[in-house]
């Protein structure tokens, strides 16, 4: 950035004095800080800048700071000055520079070539405040775009350093990190050093653990003795060892220290070497972690339905090893059951059989124990051998009319045979016709052949098939054919859940009493009690259990309806007492309307009760009854004047059989 002619305010020795403080950091420390953070560190600067507006719109100037606080607590600090302005401390901060800045307040600078003037006397690119780190070019930059700078304009960026003049104490040398054994160390405890180079280490470590390698020099007498200054290369047999290619030595260390990670569980030998020659090495026993999930070291990639196959499974740490583990564990297929589902393991291991009943062409198996997650490998099953064969169709068929019927070769797990060639023998009964005369199964077929059937009478049906050994049958129920004519007698009232007879005469083209239609009501309750077929005239015996206005419908297969006349069915006898709208948990002081209704045991309510309802409460319920007696529902409006639980009862005056209660937990209006 270019110099202005506000920068001439400046002294060296403010400068200087910043500088010190910067180039007390080590590299190593100030490296430490992880990069980045600018948006935040943007956001601060521009905070910063509505502060100082607001400063100088009460005071007519901008603070007169000092160019860096000599402390938190001194009062020309532009922190100390723009505190009340909502410059609070956490503003004041880069949150990418070192914490050890972080002692005087702030650890931004001010320009003070501004101090006492206002904004408008300088160009909206001059630099009003960026990092205490830029006064020295030996720092690097804390943004990985360089450092964040504050302009008079209001705005906030990250760009190229802010120059300063080059002062004594910023052209020093930055202090560089040094390892962490600075001078020479008395031997660690342990069993005695050989002379030469020695090499410390644990010899037993969890996979993925870091562990701690000492390196130390000693003299014939076992005694530490500084290192020529140099390198130690570093080497091991264990492929996942994660070990540095060298380690370097500074001058007068007895000691250095580096880490290794091994992954691969079993013997890893690690050894080390100086410049002089000088070896040492030793065996370090990498045991398995803690369990993360489950493997599979042995598995099939296909299988058949129900037969059993040998599965190994194991329980591994992060990194493939067996670890440990002796307890249970859960199975869980994708596609249909696994048998067992659920295994124990001991020492990590399960050796056994595992079977699926399911057919599938992509397969999953899970593992679950410890809360922790296999997944297998990805696998197929096939069906097993050709156990039964199935008839399936949908609906009931109508005489004279095609109906459709697959025959499915199966296992004996339900899964269809796609493998299964032959011919099987179709029997019809008397009066029905097929289009062929054997079901002819064939490759392309995938073990299902579709066919067509067509009764021409009606009634209770048996169709076979059979060959191989195999064999099934279908009982089917064929409807009559379209009607000529139908009409159903008169229905008079009628109570709900009570069976009641209705007449219908009608014939169809085959001679078939009519009953080829679809029987329904408008409430879509009713069933069959029994069917009844009698020369030309049947009677059915149905039950609606839904009170109201009914009319029972006829439609035959062609889609010619009939209905019968409107009428009525009225509730049951009085079963129960429902008290319906109040919620369980009422708020205090809050009135509820509900009611209370007397049904029947299908839940019908019956409007015309004559009976007397009375409502008990305790005194902490208001309850008010809006409807006159002998009617249902009745209306009621219930209020709790205090927080608690209650009891709401309804009764029937004569008869507290008919009775109801509501428990009401009342909650407190906040």
């Given amino acids: 950035m270019k110099k202005n002619k506000f920068f001439g305010g400046f002294t060296l020795i403010e400068i200087s004095a910043v500088a010190a403080i910067v180039s007390t950091l080590s590299v190593g420390t100030y490296l430490g800080v992880q990069k980045g953070k600018e948006r935040e560190c943007c956001n601060n600067l521009m905070q910063i800048h509505k502060a100082a507006y607001m400063f100088e719109m009460d005071n007519g100037f901008l603070p007169s700071a000092k160019f860096f606080p000599s402390s938190e607590s001194d009062t020309r600090g532009i922190h100390y000055m723009l505190a009340q302005y909502g410059a609070v401390k956490g503003v004041m901060f880069c949150p990418s520079l070192p914490e050890q800045l972080n002692k005087y307040g702030t650890n931004y600078i001010w320009n003070d070539t501004l101090s006492g003037k206002s904004m408008d006397s300088a160009p909206s690119s001059t630099w009003l405040m960026t990092e205490m780190t830029a006064v020295n070019k030996r720092i690097g930059s804390p943004h990985m775009g360089g450092f964040a700078v504050l302009f008079a304009g209001g705005n906030a960026q990250i760009t190229q350093r802010v120059s300063f003049p080059e002062t004594e104490e910023a052209q020093k040398p930055v202090q560089e990190e040094k390892p962490e054994l600075r001078k020479p160390v ?30 130390l020099m000693s003299d014939s007498s076992g005694n530490p003795v500084p290192m020529k200054k140099g390198e130690i290369s570093v080497l091991s047999d264990s492929p996942s060892a994660e070990i540095p290619a060298s380690v370097d030595i500074d001058e007068n260390l007895s000691m250095v220290e580096f880490t290794a990670v091994f992954k691969k569980a079993g013997k890893a030998n690690l050894k080390v070497r100086n410049e002089s020659g000088f070896e040492s090495s030793c065996q370090i026993e990498v045991v398995p972690g803690p369990v993360r999930g489950y493997g599979f070291a042995l598995f099939h990639s296909a299988w058949e339905a129900g037969k059993p196959q040998n599965v190994r499974i194991v329980s591994v740490d992060g990194w493939g090893n067996t670890a440990d583990y002796t307890g249970e564990a859960f199975l869980v297929s994708q596609a249909g059951t696994v048998s067992p589902n659920k295994i124990s393991l001991s020492k990590g291991i399960w050796d056994g059989e595992l079977s699926f009943t399911a057919v599938a062409e992509k397969n999953i198996m899970y593992v679950e124990g410890q809360d922790k997650v296999g997944v297998s490998p990805e696998f197929s099953v096939k069906n097993s051998t050709p156990a039964a064969v199935r008839i399936i169709s949908s609906g009931e068929p109508v005489a004279g009319i095609a109906y459709e019927i697959t025959v499915s070769v199966e296992d004996a797990y339900g899964n269809g045979c796609a493998d299964f060639t032959g011919a099987l023998d179709l029997s019809l009964p008397e009066g029905a016709t097929a289009d062929i005369n054997k079901v002819v199964i064939g490759s392309e077929d995938a073990g299902m052949r579709r066919s067509y059937i067509t009764f021409y009478s009606a009634g209770e049906k048996k169709i076979q098939v059979s060959g191989g050994g195999l064999k099934s049958e279908k009982k089917l129920f ?11 007698r008169e229905i008079g009232p009628q109570e709900a859940g009570k069976p009641f007879d209705i007449v219908v005469r009608a014939m169809d083209a085959w001679g078939n009493q009519v009953k080829g239609f679809y029987l329904k009501d408008s409430s879509g309750t009713v069933e069959y009690v029994n069917r009844d077929f009698t020369s030309g005239v049947w009677m059915e015996t149905i039950v609606i259990t839904k009170s109201g206005e009914h009319t029972v419908l006829i439609e035959d297969a062609s889609g010619r309806s009939g209905k019968s006349n409107v009428f009525t069915v009225k509730p049951a006898a009085p079963e129960k007492v429902e008290i319906t709208g109040i919620p369980v948990s009422p ?46 529902p009745v209306k009621i409006e219930v209020k709790a004047d205090n927080p608690g639980y209650y009891k709401l009862k309804a009764y029937d005056k004569s008869s507290e059989k008919l009775s109801a209660e509501l428990g009401l937990f009342v909650l407190e209006n906040k």
């Fill in 587 to 632: 708020v205090q002081g809050i009135k509820y309307s509900g009611s209370v209704e007397v049904q029947d045991k299908f839940g019908n309510v019956i409007s015309d009760y004559g009976g007397v309802i009375v409502m008990e409460h305790p005194g902490e319920l208001s309850v008010a009854v809006t409807s006159g007696q002998g009617e249902t």
């Fill in 186 to 215: 008395e031997a660690p405890k342990g069993p005695p050093l050989k002379p030469g180079l020695n090499m410390l280490a644990e010899t037993r470590v969890s996979a993925g653990e870091p562990i701690k390698i000492s390196v």
């Fill in 478 to 488: 064929v409807n009559p054919s379209g009607l000529s004519v139908f009409s159903i």
